[in-house]
T-cell receptor, first 116, second 114 residues
Framework: DTGVSQDPRHKITKRGQNVTFRCDPI?????LYWYRQTLGQGPEFLTY????????KSRLLSDRFSAERPKGSFSTLEIQRTEQGDSAMYLC??????????????FGPGTRLLVL | RKEVEQDPGPFNVPEGATVAFNCTYS??????FFWYRQDCRKEPKLLMS???SGNEDGRFTAQLNRASQYISLLIRDSKLSDSATYLC???????????????FGTGTRLTIIP
C-alpha cells in the first residue's frame, strides 16, 4: 500500500499521560499536514511541514503539542499531559507542492485517541 | 461566523433521486475549493475540485460562485454507495502564518434509502 499510513490506529490513555503518533506520508510527497477531527465536525488544521521545516501552526496547537519531521520523511505528533478534551481523531495528510493551489492532500486512516 | 458553513443535514433521499448540497465561505481571498467525501469512521477522500467555470465528473457536478462566495455539489441518480458525509473545503484562507491549510465545513451527512 503506497498511501499515507498512521500508527497507532487507536490509542487509549489516562489523563496526564504523554502520547506520540506517527505518520508516514506518500513517499515522494514533500508536504505533510496534521489535522484533528472531533465528532460531528470537519477536520481542523493543526500544523504542516514542507520537507523538514514546520511552516505553519494553528492556534489550536497548544504548548502541550509538538510535531516533528526530522528527516523530511515521517512525522511524529506528541501530546504531553493529555486532557480529556484531546480525545479526537488525529489525521495526517501529505501532498506534492508542485501541485500549486490545486494540490491534492491525501489523508491517512487517522489515529483515534481516547483520553480517560 | 464560521469560515466555511454547510447544512449538516442529515439528508435522507431515495435511490435514484437528485440531491444538492450548498456551502458558503467567508473569506473572499480564498483561492481553491474542493469537495471531500468521508465514510463513517474513515479518512476524508477528495471527491472533486471546484473550478470557477464549474465542472462535472460523471453523476457529480460542482459549481462555484465567487461573487456570492457559494459552492455547490449536485449528485444525480444517487446510488446507495453515495451514502457518506460530504465536506466542503476551502484552501488559501488568509491567516497570520500562511495559506496552505485546508479549512473544512462541518460536513453534510447523506443517506440514500433503497
Amino acid at each position: 500500500d503506497t498511501g499515507v499510513s498512521q500508527d497507532p490506529r487507536h490509542k487509549i490513555t489516562k489523563r496526564g499521560q504523554n502520547v506520540t503518533f506517527r505518520c508516514d506520508p506518500i513517499s515522494e510527497h514533500n508536504r505533510l499536514y496534521w489535522y484533528r477531527q472531533t465528532l460531528g465536525q470537519g477536520p481542523e488544521f493543526l500544523t504542516y511541514f514542507q520537507n523538514e521545516a514546520q511552516l505553519e501552526k494553528s492556534r489550536l496547537l497548544s504548548d502541550r503539542f509538538s510535531a516533528e519531521r526530522p528527516k523530511g520523511s515521517f512525522s511524529t505528533l506528541e501530546i504531553q499531559r493529555t486532557e480529556q478534551g484531546d480525545s479526537a481523531m488525529y489525521l495526517c495528510a501529505s501532498s506534492l507542492v508542485a501541485g500549486g493551489a490545486w494540490e491534492t492532500q491525501y489523508f491517512g486512516p487517522g489515529t483515534r485517541l481516547l483520553v480517560l | 461566523r464560521k469560515e466555511v458553513e454547510q447544512d449538516p443535514g442529515p439528508f435522507n433521499v431515495p435511490e435514484g433521486a437528485t440531491v444538492a448540497f450548498n456551502c458558503t465561505y467567508s473569506n473572499s481571498a480564498s483561492q481553491s475549493f474542493f469537495w471531500y467525501r468521508q465514510d463513517c469512521r474513515k479518512e476524508p477522500k477528495l471527491l472533486m475540485s471546484v473550478y470557477s467555470s464549474g465542472n462535472e465528473d460523471g453523476r457529480f457536478t460542482a459549481q462555484l460562485n465567487r461573487a456570492s462566495q457559494y459552492i455547490s455539489l449536485l449528485i444525480r441518480d444517487s446510488k446507495l454507495s453515495d451514502s457518506a458525509t460530504y465536506l466542503c473545503v476551502v484552501k488559501g484562507l488568509l491567516t497570520n502564518f500562511g495559506n496552505e491549510k485546508l479549512t473544512f465545513g462541518t460536513g453534510t451527512r447523506l443517506t440514500i434509502i433503497p
